[in-house]
């Protein structure tokens, strides 16, 4: 499966994004994909994923409350709409998911990125104060 992350740019602190990550090939609806960020001289850090059926949504708790998960089963597509933007939420933004199936008993939760194998190009979200 190939990700394509789009939707990143500037904004001003208080201001909003969605970002959008458009999967081609096949997906496994018990899969999750996750979205993880990246900033200059920081790991790679975990934002938030929901399986392709919907289900099983999870935060990091920096950022609950304020960016939320969603999906567009038809375009393959999933979203993430990201409120009340801070300075902090500047990085590079990555969607990920498994490139073949994984056991439907399990859901990662924050860092589990041996879960992940196939990740997008990244999309650059810059938040000025």
């Known amino acids: 499966v190939q990700l394509q992350a789009s939707g990143g740019g500037l904004v001003q602190a208080g201001g909003s994004l969605r970002l959008s990550c458009a999967a081609s090939?096949?997906?496994?609806?018990?899969?999750?994909v996750g979205w993880f960020r990246q900033s200059p001289g920081k790991e790679r850090e975990f934002v938030a994923k929901?399986?392709?059926?919907?289900?099983?949504?999870y935060y990091a708790e920096s950022v609950k409350g304020r960016f939320t998960f969603s999906r567009d089963n038809a375009k393959n597509t999933v979203y993430l709409q990201m409120n009340s933007l801070k300075p902090e939420d500047t990085a590079v933004y990555y969607c990920?998911?498994?490139?073949?199936?994984?056991?439907?008993?399990?859901?990662?939760?924050?860092?589990?990125?041996?879960?992940?194998?196939?990740w997008g190009q990244g999309t650059l979200v810059t938040v000025s104060s």
């Open positions: 929901m399986r392709w059926n919907g289900e099983s949504t």
């Open positions: 990920t998911t498994p490139a073949t199936r994984r056991p439907s008993g399990y859901q990662p939760t924050g860092g589990d990125m041996w879960y992940y194998d196939s």
């Open positions: 090939g096949r997906t496994f609806s018990t899969n999750a």
